[in-house]
């Protein structure tokens, strides 16, 4: 699966997306660990960073199929 990163998270990983394989599917917390292991330190961004998956935020409950699009969404903010 893709996953997309976005302002910080981009500077964090210095890419803009990367692959993830995946055998059948994954849970959020399966996802944040694979990330972790790729990027260490990224977990601490976890809290306040949403999912989403082929354009539409993922919940906790969410699962991930090989072939998604994920996208790792940092709290946005501006004047």
């Known amino acids: 699966m893709k996953v997309k990163f976005f302002a910080h998270l981009r500077d964090l990983t210095q890419c803009g997306e990367t692959e993830i394989a ?15 292991q790729r990027f260490p330190g990224i977990i601490r961004h976890k809290t306040h960073t949403r999912l989403a998956r082929n354009f539409t935020y993922a919940d906790a ?11 790792l969404i940092p709290p946005v903010s501006g004047g």
């Open 22 to 36: 995946a055998q059948g599917t994954l849970t959020p917390d399966a996802l944040w660990s694979a990330l972790e």
């Open 61 to 71: 409950g969410a699962i991930f199929h090989e072939g998604d699009e994920i996208a």
